[in-house]
């Protein structure tokens, strides 16, 4: 499986680096994703993205090596793309990188699996996020402006995101964005809106043809959301102790990852990341979460029950789905 490159690109001013900096905290460590760190020739103190600071000679001679898939200059810099990094595609993963419009015919030609984030702001908006970030000067900043607008970015592989509200929703945008762009984002949202990310783990233990379930009203996998200050493996050991009574007799291992929307109330909607360990458990107390029973079942017996990454997950642990039982 060959992954995408998702190239994220918008005028100075935008937000690109703020949204690149939440959707990595939210997908640190996601087996789907990788986000690119570019070769700029900026000294790494002068604020903005986190790169590789290189000097102009030697980002010349890293070009004349052939490490740089994309490279490209503006406003007195110049960017590059190694060329390494990009061996994520082979993996399947989607690789995020922080692009330009300026090259966008070039990469379009280079990659065969290629999606463009652009990210917009109102102008006015645009003009303020530059004074407040200090770098550069009046004459400096209408520049920008101007070569906000003179870029077009359209076609059947633009996926716009308007960042005029608050950090928060436009991270949430941006990461909903790339799991759509990846492809293992389940169930569709049923209504317009914000969905937040939820983090969150879970875990496939199995015992013969027989997998732990934690029962309510429908069959989950056990675990839940990653508090703050957790880690994905104290999130999976709490979650499975409190919905089925049972603690972890094995290191887990991280399987995959897929994401679904949930919806806990009406109107609020959570983009559900979910993790996916596999570990051996025993039981050790009762379920402390009301009304949570664990069960031990095989899943082909109650299959159309599942949630489709609950599916997904299971069949990435080898289980094997008859045909007429394939996920959705």
């Known amino acids: 499986m060959t992954g995408t490159l998702i190239f994220v690109v918008g005028p100075s001013g935008v937000g690109k680096d703020t949204l690149l900096d939440g959707a990595r905290a939210l997908l640190e460590n996601d087996s789907r994703f990788h986000f690119l760190k570019r070769d700029i020739t900026r000294d790494a103190a002068a604020g903005g993205e986190d790169h590789n600071p290189v000097s102009q000679a030697e980002f010349t001679a890293r070009l004349n090596q052939g490490a740089y898939a994309l490279h490209w200059g503006a ?76 870029f077009e970015v359209s076609g059947d592989d633009v996926f716009t995101i308007s960042n005029d509200g608050s950090v928060a929703d436009g991270v949430a945008q941006f990461v909903e964005c790339l799991a759509k762009l990846d492809g293992r984002l389940f ?33 989950s996998l056990p675990g ?9 493996v104290q999130a999976l050991e709490r979650e499975v102790l409190e919905e089925t009574g049972c603690r972890l007799t094995s290191a887990p291992i991280h399987l995959c990852d897929a994401s679904a929307y949930n919806a806990e109330e009406p109107g609020k909607y959570w983009h559900k990341l979910h993790r996916f360990f596999v570990a051996n458990v025993e039981q050790v107390t009762q379920p402390t979460e009301p009304g949570h029973k664990p069960v031990w079942v095989n899943p082909l017996k109650v299959w159309e029950r599942l949630g489709p990454e609950v599916q997904y997950a299971l069949k990435q642990a080898g289980l094997q789905v008859p045909e007429m039982m394939s996920a959705q």
């Open 75 to 150: 406003h007195d810099l110049r960017y590059g793309l190694p060329l390494a990094q990009l061996s994520a595609l082979t993996e399947g993963k989607s690789v995020i990188a922080n692009g330009s419009r300026s090259v966008l015919a070039s990469a379009r030609g280079r990659f065969d699996r290629f999606a463009i984030i652009s990210v917009t702001a109102d102008e006015g908006l645009l003009r303020q996020r530059l004074r407040q970030r200090g770098r550069e000067t009046d004459a400096d900043i209408e520049r920008r402006i101007a070569r906000a607008e003179s």
């Open 187 to 219: 169930r569709a949202r049923p209504q317009d809106g914000i969905a937040y990310p939820r983090p969150g783990s879970y875990l496939i233990a199995r015992r013969g043809d027989e997998f732990l379930f934690a029962l309510t009203d429908h069959y």
């Open 224 to 232: 839940g959301g990653i508090e703050a200050g957790e880690t994905a």
